[in-house]
């Protein structure tokens, strides 16, 4: 395939490589500042942007960059930003064998970023790139393998021999949070309200011993074990002013097992769900928080600020 | 009663069914201008039916058409205003109004929050006198209240237990349910079909208290020990987690100091008012029942006074305004049954079919009303055929059309106002809905057992029953071996059609 004969202005189907060219590659730049090399990778894309809007676009990108660094994988960070007027998803890459610092965390500097420019009312673009580069961001050491790449032009056979291709679709899989709190079954109430209140959780997933989602337990149910509804009928709080309820829970917590309050109304979606059906969870059921399985096995949680900020701002 | 919930009927199924209650309500039109009835009996017959019909079918629309056939009588001249005024049962609806204030103001109280604690607080509670205690509960909770307010608590106690121990609430909640059907039947209070018929027939709490308790009482044990048998399994499950949790030394809820006083004087004074109306207004030379119906306004306006910073709140919120409004376009259409003569024409086809025997007609009376009521609302069901009990002018048959109507409604899950509220507060609570069949297998059981209980009670005691005005302006209730001659025959014809 030459670069960029196949760009449609549908991604869908389309490999990653098809989103930009050799001239786009920014291959061994010398820079080091993050802005810097943002604003040098946009005037890369220059003749797809328009020059009239190219200090917008950095800026935009910039701003983006200092809200939630996007360092996705070691050494490898993917800016992005939405930009009006944009027709399609574009791409500029840039590699660095100094090393960019993205963040001030450890692991910060990137050797391999990626630039991405989506149509502002493309709410899925962006998170179909990152969809079609999970193969290669979860294997360790390509931020090195492609830095030692010596030209433009093999830093785009290596996207293209890659095979990476957009998904039709954004899966439930893309958007979630791998990392996330949880419980066992056989914990106490004691542990769940440690981690809400270490966490400032409403929702607390509880599984079993092999990784398998047993239940859900919310604050609200924790709250509700203290107030069932024959005491909230009450219009005079008096009998309760001191949370004389809580008394209780404080005297069992540690020997009430989360088993007894977790419940099982909660939604879940498959991995390989369309992300759509996670909105659709969230607003047909009203709940705050959808929990992602493989198999029975909970791989993930994806919260409406999530949802929100991966589908409609990232 | 009412029917599933119709919430996000596609326009397909709208149709379908729209049409459905058209053509059933054209081939009533046709029935029964083939039996000959007059202009006015068609009209009101098919407006009937077809509120009827929209209940079962449409139970989200069920005011809008009980409007709308109101206004078709209105406009086709077989309804007046004064027709309607009179036929509406005001009294009736008024009491029920103070009651659901007066109900209302009780929660707040934490009247009910105090008799939830006593059983939560319990010791050595088993699953067994769990069971128990929530049926009688719910039975003498629906005598004294009403069989809506009686289940909204009872669930709450239910679920209470039931979720904090990990169990299914659902045996508990069915017999919940069909203890609250059976103890409606209890009292004049108890369902807005005994207040009808108590209305109606000038029965006083007292004739309850004497000929319909007692059925009640009976009703209830019979299906007791039925429903302890039927959920041996899932009773002994919750008496193993109840000593489990015994063991660990935790209780069933939080109990906290509830002021519970106010309410509980509250609520003696408004039953005893109930219950002593008849003698309060002899003493007072009142007309008869005019306490009983003015009594829950008077109460509901004293405590409306007492907490006037909430008053707009009971008027507004407590008060179910979309159900009596139904219930008063419903009478009103029923009146039009009676004042059509529909009424005293079912009457003498029945009383012929049936050789105007008491006797015969009490079972009869009371299977119709059983099986008419597990499909249909049972008020409606009552306010269709309670003209034509009042026809065959038999005491004992308005205590088969009560008994009918209540136990009746235990045999599906949408027999009656209690069923649907209980279901609906399982499904907003568990999101899944209970099980139809799970239901119609225990709840046919217990409907029979319990009809023929009462069928047997009231056949004992129908001898008994004192052959009085039933009305002022009735007959005599007439039983063939009472002691006194039973002047009444069955009408000779309807009433002159207007």
């Given at each position: 395939m030459s670069q960029g004969d196949s760009m449609a202005d549908s991604t869908n189907g389309a490999s990653f490589s098809s989103l930009f060219t050799s001239y786009q590659v920014l291959c061994h730049t010398p820079i080091v500042d993050r802005?810097?090399?943002?604003?040098?990778?946009?005037?890369?894309?220059?003749?797809?942007?328009?020059?009239?809007q190219l200090d917008q676009v950095v800026k935009l990108a910039i701003e983006r960059e200092d809200e939630m660094p996007s360092v996705l994988a070691p050494g490898i960070a993917l800016p992005h930003a939405r930009i009006r007027g944009l027709q399609r998803l574009v791409v500029a890459v840039s590699t660095s064998q100094k090393g960019v610092r993205f963040s001030d965390d450890v692991g910060g500097v990137v050797k391999l970023i990626i630039l991405v420019l989506t149509p502002h009312d493309s709410p899925a673009a962006y998170l179909q790139a990152v969809s079609s580069l999970a193969g290669i961001l979860q294997v360790p050491g390509t931020a090195d393998k492609v830095a030692d790449l010596d030209s433009g032009e093999k830093v785009w056979h290596f996207f293209d021999r890659g095979g990476l291709i957009l998904p039709d679709y954004v899966c439930a899989g893309d958007i979630m949070r791998?990392?996330?709190?949880?419980?066992?079954?056989?914990?106490?109430?004691e542990a769940a309200i440690d981690l809400f209140v270490r966490h400032q959780l409403a929702d607390l997933p509880v599984v079993d011993t092999d990784g398998r989602l047993a239940g859900l337990v919310t604050a609200d149910a924790l709250l509700k074990v203290c107030l069932p509804d024959y005491i909230l009928w009450m219009q005079d709080l008096s009998p309760i002013i001191n949370f004389e309820p809580f008394a209780e829970l404080l005297r069992n917590e540690g020997k009430t097992w989360l088993a007894d309050i977790m419940s099982d109304d909660y939604v879940t979606v498959s991995e390989d769900s369309p992300a759509i059906e996670v909105a659709k969870g969230m607003c047909k059921r009203g709940v705050r928080q959808v929990l992602v399985l493989r198999g029975e096995e909970l791989v993930g949680v994806i919260a409406i600020e999530d949802f929100i900020t991966k589908v409609l701002r990232e | 009663m009412p029917s599933v919930r119709h919430k996000g009927l596609t326009p397909k199924q709208m149709f379908v069914r729209g049409m459905l209650v058209l053509v059933l309500s054209a081939s009533t039109a046709l029935f029964v201008r083939a039996l000959d009835y007059t202009?006015?009996?068609?009209?009101?017959?098919?407006?009937?039916?077809?509120?009827?019909?929209?209940?079962l079918l449409f139970w989200e629309f069920r005011l809008a058409v009980?409007?709308?056939?109101?206004?078709?009588?209105?406009?086709?001249?077989?309804?007046?205003?004064?027709?309607?005024?009179?036929?509406?049962?005001?009294?009736?609806?008024?009491?029920?109004?103070?009651?659901?204030?007066?109900?209302?103001?009780?929660?707040?109280?934490?009247f009910f929050s105090w008799i939830i604690q006593l059983i939560v607080g319990m010791h050595h509670m088993t699953g067994t006198a769990f069971a128990v205690t929530v049926m009688v509960l719910s039975a003498l909770l629906a005598c004294a209240v009403d069989e809506v307010t009686s289940?909204?608590?009872?669930?709450?106690?239910?679920?209470?237990?039931?979720?904090t121990l990990r169990v299914s609430a659902t045996p508990f909640l069915i017999m919940a349910v069909m203890a609250t059907n059976i103890g409606s039947a209890g009292t004049m209070i108890g369902n807005p079909v005994g207040l009808l018929i108590s209305h109606r027939a000038g029965f006083t709490f007292e004739d309850f208290l004497i000929w319909a308790f007692p059925v009640m009482l009976a009703c209830l044990l019979t299906a007791v020990g039925v429903l302890l048998?039927?959920?041996?399994?899932?009773?002994?499950?919750?008496?193993?987690?109840?000593?489990?949790?015994?063991?660990?030394?935790?209780?069933?809820?939080?109990?906290v100091r509830v002021p519970y006083r106010k309410g509980l004087v509250i609520f003696v004074v408004t039953v005893a008012a109930i219950a002593f109306h008849h003698r309060?207004?002899?003493?007072?030379?009142?007309?008869?029942?005019?306490?009983?119906?003015?009594?829950?306004?008077?109460?509901?306006?004293?405590?409306?006074?007492?907490?006037h910073e909430r008053a707009k709140h009971y008027i507004e919120v407590e008060v179910d305004w979309w159900e009596l409004l139904f219930f008063m376009m419903l009478f009103a259409k029923a009146g039009a049954l009676e004042h059509t003569g529909v009424a005293s024409r079912v009457a003498r086809d029945f009383g012929t079919a049936f050789h105007g025997s008491p006797a015969l007609l009490l079972p009869v009376i009371l299977g119709i009303s059983a099986i008419g009521s597990a499909f249909v609302d049972n008020v409606v069901f009552v306010a269709a055929f309670m003209p034509v009990v009042r026809e065959l002018q038999a005491t004992p048959l308005w205590w088969a059309l009560l008994f009918g109507a209540c136990l009746g409604g235990n045999v599906t899950m949408i027999g009656s106002a209690a069923n649907v509220i209980a279901i609906g507060v399982f499904e907003k609570r568990h999101r899944r809905s209970l099980d139809f069949w799970q239901w119609l297998k225990v709840g046919t059981v217990v409907g029979v057992v319990t009809c023929v209980v009462a069928w047997g009670g009231l056949t004992l005691m129908a001898k008994h029953m004192p052959v009085r005005p039933l009305h002022p302006h009735d007959g005599w209730g007439a039983w063939p071996d009472s002691h006194e001659a039973a002047p009444a025959a069955l009408p000779d014809g309807p009433e002159e059609p207007r």
């Open positions: 802005d810097e090399l943002i604003c040098e990778m946009v005037r890369a894309l220059g003749p797809a942007l328009g020059q009239g791998r990392q996330f709190v949880s419980v066992h079954s056989d914990d106490t109430c | 202009g006015p009996q068609v009209i009101a017959c098919t407006v009937f039916a077809m509120t009827v019909l929209a209940t009980a409007f709308l056939g109101i206004a078709a009588l209105f406009s086709c001249d077989v309804l007046t205003l004064d027709r309607f005024v009179e036929s509406c049962e005001l009294p009736v609806i008024l009491f029920l109004v103070g009651m659901m204030i007066t109900v209302g103001v009780l929660k707040e109280l934490g289940i909204v608590f009872v669930c709450a106690l239910v679920f209470q237990v039931c979720d048998v039927w959920f041996r399994r899932e009773i002994r499950e919750l008496s193993e987690r109840l000593e489990e949790r015994r063991q660990q030394k935790q209780a069933l809820g939080p109990l309060l207004e002899a003493l007072l030379d009142l007309e008869q029942n005019t306490l009983l119906m003015t009594a829950p306004l008077a109460i509901a306006g004293i405590l409306m006074v007492w907490r």
